[in-house]
């Protein structure tokens, strides 16, 4: 059965180390905290886990300031598998549509930036026609 811990957004590095120590995960929700520790980040990029993060909940809990300084650009260029995610979109005020959006907007990406978030999220999918996922987004 696969497990999606959540670790490092109001918790340091150690609980993101704490998660591939306890478990097999091939994704993190969250982990922007990761980039604290730059053996992390190898270690992360190595295991090629995916980050699930989610700015806007990011900013709401005050784990970062504002989108624009939200590290989510850093980790991209560190080479992190990231994903750009909603977290609870009722509780934060937000869609996914609206995350993309402000990202967008926040760091200038282009279509096709986004749609490489997009194709990491398809890529690291736990749905049983994945396959048939990146067909339809190739």
């Not at 109001?10 to 730059?38: K, N, P, V, Y």
């Not at 760091?107 to 049983?128: I, Y």
Request: aromatic share 6%; charged share 25%.
């Amino acid at each position: 059965m696969p497990i999606v811990p959540h670790a490092g957004e109001t918790q340091g590095a150690f609980s993101i180390w704490d998660c591939l120590e306890a478990t097999q995960c091939s994704r993190i929700g969250h982990g922007i905290r990761c980039l604290e520790d730059a053996a992390l980040v190898k270690e992360l990029r190595s295991k090629g886990v995916v980050l699930e993060v989610c700015p806007s909940s990011n900013v709401c809990l005050t784990t970062v300031p504002s989108i624009e300084l939200h590290p989510i650009g850093e980790m991209v260029e560190m080479g992190l598998a990231v994903t750009i995610n909603s977290d609870d979109p009722p509780m934060f005020n937000t869609t996914l549509s609206e995350e993309y959006e402000r990202c967008s907007s926040a760091f200038e990406w282009d279509e096709e930036t986004l749609k490489g978030f997009v194709l990491t999220a398809a890529e690291a999918s736990l749905c049983p026609d994945r396959a048939e996922l990146l067909k339809k987004l190739g």
